[in-house]
Structures are given as structure tokens and as C-alpha cells.
């Protein structure tokens, strides 16, 4: 993982992404470098995220946490593999290089604007807002068998998964912990015009 310390800063106070209809960058992004891959074989690497647990919380603002408001269902919703759009490349390539996820946007929105459920651009995911969520990596052999560009699911097999608990976040619709919305004005360099 790319950026750790940065992810570890967030994760001790507790890391929320925005989600919006529009859909919303990730900050920090998920930023990986991958070793161990055969030089000559071609892979594909993608990124999908999951729910941490069942449950939908809310932020108590006078203890400045986060506690669980219920259960929820997320059967609902399959998680969205968004593919890299370098995929595929050879081993020796990705390894080479930072495999960064910076245009994949966070969504809440199911629906299209006429209504029917959206087949939303692949560069988002959609997620519930006030649930906790974990980026995860996958590094997925190339199979004849398969079109690994066209996939909505994992394969069975030749798939290598990466998780890292720095990167679990809570979902919202606006930051509620102030820290937060601090440390994201100061180390986003898209947020900019918020600064003094």
C-alpha cells in the first residue's frame, strides 16, 4: 500500500468518504505496488470494496464517535469490480510501477435518472451511506477461458486478494468527524480553495 502513513492518520480518527449521487473521488486513493508476478504473464488488476460488517451506525457527536445504529442488509447490493484501465499488462509492467485507483468514485445512487436501476459508469462503486466499508485488491491471471475486460464478478480461480485495515472507512453523505474534514483540507490537493 501506497501512502500508508496517510491512510494510518485517517484510520486512527476514524476515515469517512463522501458518497454522492454524482459519485465522489476517494481521498486518500488506493495506491498499490505489486511483486512476485511472472515477468512475461499478463494480469489484470481491479479493485472492488466490501462491507466490513452488517451494520449501519451513526456518529454521537458529544463523544466524537462512531456507534452502531442496527443491522442492515447488503444482499442487496453485489459489490462492483472496477477494472484498471492499464489491464491487462504484463507482470513485469505492474510491477514496475504504482497501480493507483484515483478515478474510481464512490456512489449512493441506484437508480438512473429515468428510474430503472443504473448500470452505472464502471469507474463507480456503489455504496449505502453510514456503513463501514474495506477497499479490496485483486490481482487476476489472464484466462483464455475468460474475458477478464467484460467480468462483473471474480473468477474462481487465479486470483490473488489484498486487503489493508488502514483503508476502512465509513461512508457519509457530509464529514461529521471535524478532525477529518481538517486532515482532508490539508492533504488534499484538490481541496485547495478550502484552505485559509
Not at 484510520?11 to 458518497?19: R, V, Y
Not at 454522492?20 to 476517494?26: D, E, I, L, P, Q
Not at 499478463?42 to 458529544?62: F, W
Request: hydrophobic residues 35%.
Amino acid at each position: 500500500l501506497q501512502g500508508s502513513e496517510l491512510w494510518r492518520r485517517f484510520h486512527e480518527i476514524g476515515t469517512e468518504m463522501i458518497i454522492t449521487k454524482a459519485g465522489r473521488r476517494m481521498f486518500p486513493s488506493v495506491r498499490v505496488k505489486v511483486r512476485g508476478l511472472e515477468p512475461l504473464k499478463q494480469y489484470y488488476i481491479a479493485i472492488d470494496v466490501v462491507p466490513v460488517d452488517s451494520k449501519r451506525y451513526r456518529y454521537v457527536y458529544h463523544s466524537s464517535q462512531w456507534m452502531v445504529a442496527g443491522n442492515t442488509d447488503h444482499s442487496c447490493i453485489t459489490p462492483r469490480l472496477y477494472i484498471h484501465p492499464d489491464s491487462p499488462c504484463s507482470g513485469e509492467t505492474w510491477m514496475r510501477q504504482i497501480i493507483s485507483f484515483d478515478r474510481v468514485k464512490l456512489t449512493n445512487n441506484e437508480m438512473d435518472d429515468k428510474g430503472h436501476v443504473a448500470c452505472s459508469p464502471p469507474a463507480q462503486i456503489i455504496l449505502q451511506s453510514m456503513h463501514k466499508y474495506k477497499p479490496r485488491v485483486h490481482v487476476i491471471a489472464q484466462d483464455s477461458r475468460f474475458d477478464l475486460a467484460q467480468i462483473q464478478s471474480l473468477p474462481a480461480e487465479g486470483v490473488q486478494t489484498f486487503s489493508f485495515q488502514e483503508t476502512e472507512f465509513t461512508t457519509v453523505t457530509a464529514y461529521q468527524n471535524q478532525q477529518i474534514t481538517k486532515l482532508k483540507i490539508d492533504r488534499n490537493p484538490f481541496a485547495k480553495g478550502f484552505r485559509d
